[in-house]
């Protein structure tokens, strides 16, 4: 049985950085995506990054390109979302996800998800 669990949700303040984690167990396929998503007030759930792990490519939304980045540690089987100069827009849910099918961020295509983390930022 595939588990999603996300870690490092928290509070920051409006330009500030925050790193959150997410561990993906039971993935019985050699490769698969693992992607970030995000519902935040008054939006519907969206898509964040998502990085494959058959070549380590990376999507990401427009809204957070340049600020966010997601990376692999293999070694550790964790996948991370480091968020930098986060804005209060950013604050939301965040989920990470997981799916067989190669990269992208389109929420019908993911199969399993985690509970979520809270990210809060306010001055």
């Known amino acids: 049985q595939v588990q999603v669990v996300e870690s490092g949700g928290g509070s920051v303040e409006p330009g500030g950085s925050l790193t959150l984690s997410c561990r993906v167990a039971g993935m019985t396929y050699p490769y698969y995506t693992i992607g970030w998503f995000r519902h935040t007030p008054g939006k519907d759930r969206e898509g964040v990054a998502s990085?494959?792990?058959?070549?380590?490519?990376?999507y990401y939304a427009d809204s957070v390109k340049g600020r966010f980045s997601i990376s692999r540690d293999v070694a550790k089987g964790l996948v991370y979302l480091q968020m930098n100069s986060v804005k209060s827009e950013d604050t939301g849910t965040y989920y990470c996800?997981?799916?067989?099918?190669?990269?992208?961020?389109?929420?019908?295509?993911?199969?399993?998800w985690g509970q979520g983390t809270q990210v809060s930022v306010s001055s």
């Open positions: 990085i494959y792990t058959n070549d380590e490519s990376t």
């Open positions: 996800a997981t799916t067989i099918r190669a990269g992208g961020l389109r929420i019908s295509a993911y199969d399993f």
